[in-house]
């Protein structure tokens, strides 16, 4: 079942908010391609793009919390669920380097990727996007 970026979740930082969008335009081809029987060939390329998107996306939130001076217990918070996020990643990069691509690997992707997307970037990020919206500022 797709899920969908919907305006809600808008931070207020084009940057984040197009990082955000790409992970669930991403997410959505992965669900899609576990829907064909095609997730096996899927996964080395969603690991990849999970990569690049932990070493790139949780720089950009970082870097612009810090710029714009968001509380430091809040900071502190959300960067640790980065560090989770990423032990998750490692996790499953491990078990593919070890099993390969199977199919409990894909679902496992898939699971945890939509629990991030539920839990952090509709919770935490959210409430980075009302810190910034209350300080005026954003950048819409």
């Known amino acids: 079942m797709a899920v969908q970026w919907t305006t809600n979740l808008a931070v207020g930082i084009d940057k984040i908010d197009d990082q955000h969008k790409e992970i669930f335009r991403r997410l ?6 576990m829907e064909r029987g095609e997730g096996r ?9 999970l990569q690049d998107y932990i070493n790139a996306h949780f720089g950009t939130e970082e ?5 714009y001076n968001y509380d430091e217990k809040s900071f502190s918070n959300h960067k640790q669920e980065h560090v989770k996020f990423s032990q998750t990643f490692t996790a ?3 078990r593919f380097e070890e099993q390969g691509a199977t199919l409990f690997l894909g679902i496992g992707i898939q699971q945890q990727v ?11 990020d959210k409430k980075f996007g009302i810190y910034l919206r209350k300080s005026g500022k954003t950048q819409k």
């Open 63 to 67: 870097g612009f919390m810090s710029e």
């Open 114 to 124: 939509n629990d991030w997307l539920l839990n952090h970037i509709a919770k935490e």
């Open 41 to 49: 060939e899927y996964i080395n390329k969603m690991l990849t793009f």
């Open 28 to 33: 959505n081809e992965f669900i899609v391609s």
């Open 92 to 94: 499953l990069k491990k």
